[in-house]
């Protein structure tokens, strides 16, 4: 027996040092075969002896037992994360920052890895406890997962208690055969390696986990000086010596900003050669002393940052232009593309907006086309390829009918679209119905694309009235193949909750052609009830500000057209409110419509909170200063952003004047 125990102590000893080459260090001593034989050494011993089997055994790498939810961990030590950058200007700022404090700083740099970070605890060496990051201060327990990743030790070189911190990620590699395998299996493709080891590492099936090609590279210990590092630079070495991945190779000590942002350049170039997803650099202040001494705010270390790359230009080839037909009946032609990730989602198609756009562009079926996201947000094209043509390709020619019901379509003189006229042309209708659903619109939570369809297809919702009697179709609509009770139940409540909607929702929402949502909230407080406004003369309408007499002709033939009428009464009846209740006057308030740029260090909020603030209360940000923007907002050591808004005259607010609005926002909102 104690020669078998020694036996199998040996061959896991062997098994790891050879996974330890093989995965961490890209080196491997033993071929495939002598490695199999081990490992199947080890399992035949394992398989008659199981009370010898050790928790720290690579055989455990295959997964366990599946787990019913994930258990809440607390982290020792918060779990924090670097404020981004994007430009020169603000590396340039980052160090100036620094040297305030400390006179000659030295930096590490490192590549910025593209997947979650994970911390694994080990006790005596031993792995005991892997966890996400979750908020910071509590994530969730993902050891049997993290058990899996061949790069992880399971055991270290050294019987030491410590915490080691890094990123769970997905080589391009096993994202890539993840995908094909996917698609094949007619599955979603994940967006990018970043979603897909996120997805891959919440598994409750660890099983799952074990074959989806995760790895792990260790870039960080919480408490290096209780062994004695006195340099972020040394971490990774002593890292290393332990039996982890770290991207040492690539990693820089710099001594001043010129420095950084060679190297930014310099990763930037190689970064689509890389093996591995990064999505920028980390700069660290090197000497743990310095980092000491300049500390941390409530929740971003001040001792350290992240620049983030610019996105890639991404090339595609487009495969079609479809023409859909919105609400009003208008004809858009639509790029349809070979599916590319961008900025972090999977997009195949983006609008080309009329036909004078695409004559414009001079876009032809087969071309390679650049797309980007506009705003980041909507998928666009930019660029078409065409020196890269090598076939004749057919010019673009617009349609004449409509792609869905095959009415001939007209095109007023002067306008630039096409329009199908006819009221009843089903894909209008759908696009109505969706419309009249959407957030900015009644905000009916589950009422999304693919429902509406079914729903229309089924005869349930075949105009917008019919949304208040699908009450009466619950048990049939629970019946219905991929929604289920619960889906319907919420459905149902969040129907009838749009009844109490204020009036600006509800006009915006009819769908009445050029009344987006600006002109209905006009139009909502002026006449504070949809009866009065349904009496607006046209005169009356046309004197409005900011309503011209497109619009003011635009509502009041709304009006007049009986099956209008007819939907305005059914409403009434379902007892749909139609009065202005003046709740979302905050929108009106500090951020709508406005761009912001932030510049220099923010010490009361990350970037990322920041910005995510401005947009929730209606804002847009920007990374550059130019005439549009409303407002520069100004951290500690602004760069060359704050230069150019006080050149332009633009408005300057300090952080604290900016925490200011957003308080009174915060006030109003729960008011
Ligand atoms: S060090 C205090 N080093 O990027 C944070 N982080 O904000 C210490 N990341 O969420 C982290 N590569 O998950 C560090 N080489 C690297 C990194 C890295 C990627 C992630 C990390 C964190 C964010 C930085």
């Not at 002598?34 to 009370?51: K, M, Q, S, V």
């Not at 407080?525 to 500000?545: C, G, H, R, V, W």
Request: proline share 4%; net charge negative; hydrophobic share 35%.
């Amino acid at each position: 027996m104690q020669n078998i125990e020694k036996r199998m102590n040996e061959l896991i000893d062997i098994i790891n040092k050879a996974s330890y080459e093989y995965y961490a260090l890209d080196n491997p001593t033993i071929s495939d075969q002598e490695y199999d034989d081990y490992y199947n050494e080890l399992l035949r011993i394992e398989r008659d002896h199981p009370e010898l089997k050790r928790e720290d055994s690579p055989t455990v790498r295959v997964g366990g037992e599946a787990l019913d939810s994930f258990v809440k961990v607390t982290h020792e030590t918060p779990m924090l994360s670097f404020d981004d950058i994007f430009n020169e200007d603000e590396v340039i700022a980052f160090d100036e920052r620094i040297r305030k404090t400390v006179a000659s700083p030295s930096y590490t740099l490192e590549p910025k890895m593209d997947g979650l970070s994970g911390s694994l605890i080990y006790k005596n060496g031993v792995l005991v406890r892997a966890a996400t990051r979750g908020d910071g201060v509590t994530g969730e327990d993902i050891t049997q997962n993290v058990k899996t990743i061949r790069s992880v030790p399971l055991k270290l070189t050294k019987p030491i208690d410590i915490e080691v911190r890094g990123e769970i990620y997905m080589s391009k590699d096993s994202f890539n055969k993840l995908n094909y395998e996917r698609e094949k299996n007619g599955e979603k493709p994940f967006a990018n390696p970043r979603n897909a080891a996120a997805g891959s590492v919440r598994q409750l099936d660890s099983k799952v986990t074990a074959n989806r090609g995760l790895d792990y590279m260790a870039y960080f210990i919480p408490n290096p000086s209780a062994y004695g590092i006195e340099f972020q630079s040394d971490s990774l070495l002593f890292l290393k010596e332990l039996g982890f991945k770290t991207n040492y190779k690539y990693n820089k000590v710099a001594n001043n900003y010129k420095e950084i942002l060679d190297y930014i350049e310099d990763l930037g170039k190689k970064r689509e050669s890389l093996p591995f997803p990064i999505d920028g650099v980390v700069l660290k202040v090197n000497s743990l002393k310095d980092e000491e001494k300049l500390g941390a705010t409530a929740r971003v270390p001040r001792w350290g940052i992240a620049y983030k790359f610019p996105a890639l230009e991404v090339l595609t080839t487009l495969k079609d232009i479809k023409f859909t037909v919105g609400r009003t009946g208008k004809i858009t032609p639509n790029a349809i593309f070979s599916p590319v990730h961008v900025d972090g989602s999977l997009i195949s198609r983006a609008t080309l907006h009329n036909e004078a756009y695409c004559i414009e562009k001079d876009i032809r079926i087969g071309d390679v086309i650049e797309v980007h996201k506009a705003g980041d947000v909507i998928p666009e094209v930019g660029e078409v390829k065409k020196e890269r043509r090598t076939t004749d390709l057919k010019p673009f020619k617009m349609i004449t009918e409509c792609p869905i019901c095959s009415t001939k379509l007209i095109k007023k003189e002067g306008e630039a679209d096409y329009y199908c006229p006819n009221q009843n042309c089903p894909s209008r209708k759908i696009e109505g119905l969706i419309h009249y659903a959407e957030r900015d619109a009644m905000n009916i939570e589950g009422l999304g694309d693919s429902i509406v369809s079914d729903l229309f297809n089924f005869d349930f919702v075949k105009k917008i009235e019919d949304i208040y009697t699908l009450q009466s179709h619950r048990e049939e609509l629970i019946e219905l193949e991929g929604y289920g009770e619960k889906s319907i139940n919420n459905l149902l409540s969040a129907i009838e909750k749009s009844k109490d909607n204020s009036l600006e929702r509800l006009i915006f929402a009819l769908g009445i052609k050029h009344v987006g949502k600006k002109t209905a909230k006009i139009l909502a407080k002026k006449y504070k009830n949809l009866d009065t406004l349904k009496e607006a003369s046209l005169e009356e309408l046309s004197m409005i500000p900011d309503v011209g007499s497109i619009i003011a002709k635009s509502v009041y033939d709304y009006f007049r057209n009986p099956n209008n009428i007819s939907l305005i009464e059914d409403l009434r009846k379902f007892g749909v409110n139609f009065n202005y209740l003046g709740k979302d006057e905050i929108e009106s308030e500090f951020f709508t419509g406005k761009t912001f740029v932030l510049t220099g260090a923010l010490n009361l909020y990350t970037r990322d909170d920041a910005k995510n603030i401005i947009e929730n209360y209606g804002g847009k940000t920007s990374e550059s200063v130019s005439k549009k923007t409303s407002a520069v907002i100004v951290g500690a050591n602004p760069g060359s952003k704050y230069e150019k808004a006080k050149k332009l005259n633009i408005p300057i607010l300090t952080e604290e004047e900016f925490k200011e609005q957003v308080d009174k926002m915060n006030n109003l909102q729960n008011s």
